[in-house]
C-alpha cells in the first residue's frame, strides 16, 4: 500500500488517465478519490459513474447528457456526466461492464474530448480527466472481444493495481482500530491481540469492505467491550454471504427436483452430483442415496422449502467431500464454492470432513 500511495503522489498532478483495478471491495474509488485530490483539480468537480449500475439503454443519455425531446420521456435537456465533470475529474467504475457499442463511443470521446448529446448536432469541448476502475480480468475480457484493446490503452496511461487485503494482511489490525476509532466513544470496541490474530488470518474475501462490516457489527454486538478472539469467530459466522453461483446451483437444483407431469405422484430422487472419472475424465454420476417425496407438492399440500433446500445443500456437501477424499479445496471446486464458504457450511450442518 505504501507502493500504491507512492503512485497516487506520482500520477495525481498529471492528467494523466488512470486505470484501477483489484477485486471487490479493496478500495478503488477511493484512491480515484485520492488521485483528484492530489491533482490541481482538486477544487473542481469529482464526478463518479458506475458503468455496470446504469441500464444500457440510458448509460450514452447519463454520460453524454440528451436534448429535449430527443426520446420519449426526455422532457427537458440534460447535461450528462461529462459536461458536469468539466475541468473535474470522472471517475467511471465498473468499467469492465461497459456494453461493446458505448466503448466505442466513449473512445471517440476521449480521443477527441467533445461530446454529443443525444439528439443534439452541436459537438461540446469537455476538459475532463479520466480514472477508470474495474474488478474484471480486462486482459481476458480483451482476449475475448468483450472489451476493446484501443480504449484499454486510452484509459490505462497509468495503471495501478490495489492488492486484495488477504495479500497485505498486516494492514489488517490498522484496518480494524481505524473502523472501530469511527464510532462514538462510547460505543467503540477493542481488540485483544489473540482477536487481531484471528483477523489476519482470515482470507477476507470481500476484502476491506467485509473488513469494515465486520467492525460495524462488532460494534452493534459488543458495544464498547473488549473482543477475544471467540467473539471475532462468532462474528465471521455471521457474515451470511451467498455467492451468485450457489444460488444458481439451488435454484438449478430445484428444477432438476420438478415432477414429470405422468409421474407426479412417484418420489423423486435429488439431483445427482457429478465428479470427473479417474480413468476416462469424463463425468460420473454419483446420485444422492436418499430419493426426496414430491407427492405434497403435487398433492397441493404446501411445503417447508428453506427446510428442503438446506438439506439438499447438506447432501451435495456430504457426497463432495466423500468423492474428495475429504479434501475441502476439492470439494468446493466441485460445488463452485470457496473454500471458506465451504467450511462455513461445513460448520452450519456440522459436517465432518473425515
Request: charged residues 30%.
Amino acid at each position: 500500500m505504501k507502493q500504491v500511495r507512492r503512485l497516487i503522489r506520482q500520477v495525481g498532478p498529471s492528467n494523466a488517465s488512470v486505470l484501477v483495478t483489484g477485486p471487490s471491495g479493496s478500495g478503488k474509488e477511493l484512491v480515484a478519490r485520492a488521485i483528484h485530490l492530489a491533482s490541481g483539480r482538486a477544487g473542481a468537480p469529482r464526478v463518479a459513474v458506475n458503468c455496470g449500475a446504469i441500464p444500457r439503454e440510458l448509460l450514452e443519455s447519463e454520460l453524454f447528457g440528451h436534448e429535449k425531446g430527443s426520446f420519449t420521456g426526455a422532457h427537458a435537456q440534460h447535461r450528462g456526466r461529462f459536461e458536469e465533470a468539466d475541468g473535474g475529474t470522472l471517475f467511471l467504475d465498473e468499467i469492465g461492464d461497459m456494453p461493446a457499442d458505448m466503448q466505442v463511443k466513449l473512445l471517440r470521446v476521449l480521443e477527441e474530448r467533445v461530446v454529443q448529446r443525444v439528439g443534439g448536432r452541436g459537438q461540446i469541448p469537455v476538459d475532463v480527466r479520466i480514472v477508470a476502475a474495474t474488478h474484471r480480468d480486462i486482459e481476458r475480457a480483451i482476449d475475448e472481444g468483450r472489451f476493446r484493446e484501443d480504449l484499454f490503452y486510452r484509459l490505462a496511461v497509468f495503471p495501478i493495481e490495489i492488492p486484495p487485503l488477504a495479500e497485505r494482511a498486516e494492514d489488517i489490525p490498522l484496518l480494524a482500530r481505524h473502523f472501530a476509532d469511527r464510532a462514538r466513544p462510547a460505543d467503540r470496541v477493542r481488540f485483544t491481540p489473540a482477536a487481531l490474530d484471528r483477523l489476519a488470518r482470515h482470507d477476507w474475501p470481500g476484502n476491506v469492505r467485509e473488513l469494515k462490516n465486520l467492525i460495524e457489527r462488532a460494534g452493534i454486538l459488543f458495544t464498547g467491550q473488549t473482543i477475544g478472539a471467540e467473539q471475532v469467530e462468532s462474528l465471521l459466522l455471521r457474515r451470511g454471504r451467498v455467492g451468485a453461483a450457489e444460488r444458481r446451483a439451488l435454484w438449478e437444483a430445484t428444477d432438476a427436483m420438478a415432477p414429470e407431469p405422468a409421474s407426479a405422484q412417484a418420489p423423486v430422487e435429488a439431483p445427482a452430483l457429478e465428479a470427473p472419472s479417474e480413468a476416462s475424465g469424463d463425468p460420473v454420476v454419483v446420485p444422492i442415496r436418499e430419493g426426496i417425496d414430491m407427492t405434497r407438492l403435487a398433492a397441493g399440500q404446501p411445503v417447508a422449502l428453506r427446510e428442503m433446500l438446506a438439506e439438499i445443500e447438506q447432501r451435495y456437501i456430504q457426497e463432495a467431500l466423500a468423492l474428495s477424499g475429504g479434501v475441502v479445496a476439492d470439494a468446493a471446486r466441485m460445488l463452485s464454492l470457496q473454500r471458506t464458504t465451504l467450511i462455513e457450511k461445513m460448520r452450519k450442518y456440522e459436517v465432518s470432513a473425515a
